[in-house]
């Protein structure tokens, strides 16, 4: 066989090996899915047997000493890819993402790997039954056992300077503490002083909506923003999350509380988000791994987007208050409804609570500093897991001013740790300053932006989005994204400038 | 390694391979459950490459070569299971059973097996198209490369004196053409004179029950038969279906249509049926590959037992028409409910009709005998696809003395070709005659069950089944099972029996 037919060869093994890995992943997503939607009680034992096999599946395909031999050569004969690698560096982008990914592969034992695939299923299972007796001690041990095997995970795979930079590597490539630390920490001393300044005290207005009303306003919302119906679902679950199988099957799911509506189509929005980066994933590049999202900090860019940089803004509730007044009033619910100067205020007040997720967008980001900083800790061994509910409560009344009352409103309130997701919180904060510069950046482009939203025309700013974000996949870095889109930001400048023009000033206008 | 040293490693090695194979198993019964039920149109391309790897993936496990020689050793070391086996006897059976499937699928080669994983997707999707257009044409080439694939898989089995008998094998271990056909023949010529005796023309009586009146009736029928919905789940899908994926996660699907309560009724105690054995599956067999049912027509007759020996009978309508008319009454439904003699004849009148699923009992068998005559023909190879919208439909006028309008209500009415389940249908006479040799048996066994049904108190049944049926789960044959529950009895002249009791009387005493 000639070279030309050799390299051919080594990557039609190659393509055909990722394939297998994005079918396999496709199915863990869907076994995910249903864990959290539709699984019963009963299923719950198996359903941990059934991901940690196909974890294992999945790690010992990736980790194929024939497939890290085919990457080798191929990426010894292509070289690495360029800085700015168009359609034409398909192959090379492929051989060295697939490489990497590898080369972490081979570092953790198979053991490990279904270890903790089991783990995360009996943590996720212990949250639910603590979060419903407000008993970290129920959690602890599952918990304990998560971090324990994630830590040896981190030590397997090694490389950076803390070992939570291993961790931060599987959600963003190249994130590191060393960078992250002095970005959130810096950003978290901006934001406080603004927040004492705009905090507004109390419980913010009462809203109410009926839960079919607020369904039909989700329906109406996710039409407006180009969500695809053939091309996924909405469902109910505890905590809301979204799930791409495939761009033609992506799954949202959200959850209608009628003393919530506002809160509701935040979440509504933020899943969408996702939902919609995952439609718009590009087909063409299915089977090589490059049909995927960068990173999880750009992925939560474009669910930030569209819950705050659109669901937040003056326009959108221009649009959205005569849709709610008609589904009040069709829902026969008592008293008026909001003007949307009034839904504009309450989605924009700035005030300290203690649930993330439904913190306003200004001290959203210090509840991400609060879990970063204690994920540090529990990494670097300084933070005992017995220890953990008083450091949190500690930390949230030092950062936030506030003490939980119980820890289902404190420690046990999100479910990332359950199932063994360390280091994904720092994304929702790049998530935010991303969507900041990328606001920045649409703004310039179009200039008819606002004009537009608040016609509910939403289909320009998803085909901008679209086009300088979803259909690179993972062909580009975040950062190549980034540099294309948006150019030389300070995003840090341009999320102030953002939350200033916005909740901050709300406050003033109010104070 | 000592001789029993190493008998236990290869027990070991067998168990994990099992277990394996019992997972993967599972994980693909949950993509077929959620692309009937919940997957998105955009999702069904993938979702064919999703179970086409998981064929592969289980065929190539259970084709292994290293399993082979295990199983090969033990058999030789463990003999052959006794004829009557115990709990003792778990090894050696469950190596007899596995040696038997390696043997089978190291006959066919992976790539037919993804292909026809592939083509059954594909024949779904096609299906519900020409379904919904009545047209046979759309579907035929997706019908042509399943039936084609399927023969190829057949002569690749061999080893039948018909080519469908390696079909039959798939379902139902030991079944052949030469043993059905004369049953099958023999039991339509036996009913062929009492349906023209019994017949009733014309449509039966009009029965009305919103849909969530009725969904409300289903649940108190699915309660009072020990349904445990902590471990399994009750969903809607075009054509019901169940589906275990473990004893504590099993799905069935129904449909509440408010013009066709009885049926709908009947689809639910069906499926339910299909649901209880799966529930009733010794947990204590997990891991040994005889944690399953023993063949599709006893899983059939736990079906058939539930919708028909119970479902249809004067006492159950005792207990349920009560039930009925409240939820007829809180719908606020016109007209007076229906009373259970009413209930009774409608469920059990004789009349020939197009739709299978819609038969009644008596003249449900001859449904069964045209698919089974159109299957020989299909597999013989006398029947070509093109020939077969005329085939169905003058088999239909010769054994039922009606001729569908379209192809919707005729050759297009059933799941099972699209799906590629070739062989199944003879599963449901099968199941009708050994369900009533369990009426007979549990007659015997309970001279209160009619009293206890009429109170609906079923549980004294469904503990009965669990013990003779449900609780051996794969450890007996089907024919084990019989042998201990039933005893020697004419299954043919029980299940006629029954049906004299039944429709044919209900029918003369109507005339």
């Given amino acids: 066989m000639d070279h030309g037919g050799a390299q051919q060869a080594q990557l039609e093994q190659v393509r055909g090996a990722l394939a297998a890995l994005e079918t396999l992943e496709g199915i863990s997503g869907l076994l995910e899915w249903d864990q959290q939607t539709m699984m019963p009680a009963g299923g719950g034992e198996v359903r941990g047997a059934q991901l940690a096999l196909m974890a294992r599946l999945q790690h010992e395909r990736l980790a194929d000493p024939a497939l890290g031999g ?19 560096d398909v192959d090379a982008v492929m051989v060295a993402r697939a490489l990497h990914k590898h080369h972490r592969a081979v570092r953790v034992p198979t053991a490990l790997v279904g270890a903790l695939a089991e783990a995360k299923n009996a943590g996720f299972r212990a949250w639910v039954a603590a979060r419903e007796a407000r008993d970290f001690s129920m959690f602890a041990p599952a918990l304990r056992r998560l971090v324990d095997l994630s830590r040896e995970r981190a030590a397997a795979l090694g490389g950076g300077a803390h ?15 060393a960078q992250l630390q002095p970005l959130l920490v810096g950003l978290g001393d901006q934001l406080a002083p603004r927040v004492a300044a705009a905090a507004q005290a109390g419980p913010g207005p009462r809203l109410h ?30 905590h809301p999350f979204s799930l791409g199988i495939h761009p ?43 049909r995927a999202a960068a990173g999880t900090a750009l992925h939560e860019s474009q669910s930030r987007f569209w819950e705050n ?21 069709a829902a026969g619910a008592p008293g008026p409804a909001p003007s949307a100067a009034a839904l504009y205020a309450a989605a924009n007040r700035v005030s300290p609570s203690l649930i993330r997720v439904h913190a306003d967008e200004t001290t959203y980001n210090l509840h991400i500093i609060v879990r970063f900083e204690l994920e540090l800790g529990l990494f670097s061994g300084a933070l005992p897991i017995e220890a953990l509910p008083e450091a949190w409560d500690a930390a949230y009344q030092a950062r936030l001013g506030l003490r939980p009352a119980h820890a289902t409103e404190g420690v046990l309130q999100d479910v990332h740790w359950c199932s063994g997701y360390f280091g994904y919180f720092p994304s929702y904060t790049l998530g935010n300053l991303m969507a ?43 950062q190549q994204v980034l540099d294309r889109a948006i150019g030389p930001r300070d995003l840090v400048a341009d999320l102030l400038a953002h939350l200033d023009g916005r909740g901050l000033a709300a406050a003033r206008a109010q104070a």
Avoid: K
Avoid at 71 to 88: I, R, V
Avoid at 314 to 326: D, S, V, Y
Avoid at 454 to 471: D, F, K, S
């Fill in 70 to 88: 085919a990457l080798e050569a191929l990426a010894d004969q292509l070289g690495p890819p360029p800085a700015a690698p168009s359609m034409a």
């Fill in 309 to 329: 940089v659109i669901g937040r803004s003056e326009a959108f509730f221009e649009w959205l208050a005569p849709r709610w007044a008609a589904e009040h009033a």
């Fill in 436 to 478: 900041a510069g990328f606001r920045a950046a649409l703004e310039a482009a179009r200039p008819a932006l606002w004009a537009e939203v608040g016609r509910g025309e939403l289909q320009p700013t998803l085909a901008w989005l679209r086009e300088n974000v979803h259909q690179h996949g993972n062909l580009l870095t975040t």
């Fill in 209 to 238: 909506l009926p839960a079919p009303a607020l369904a039909r306003l989700h329906a109406q919302v996710l039409e407006a923003m180009g969500w695809d119906g053939e091309r996924g679902r909405l469902d109910q679950s505890i």
């Fill in 163 to 177: 070992p939570y930079d291993a961790l931060l590597e599987d959600f963003d490539a190249g994130a590191t503490v």
């Fill in 248 to 290: 033609g099957d992506v799954r949202i799911t959200t959850h209608t509380d009628p003393d919530d509506p506002l809160g509701c189509l935040s979440s509504t929005m933020h899943e969408a988000g996702h939902g919609l980066y995952e439609q718009g994933l590009p087909l063409r590049l299915s089977g090589t791994g490059l």
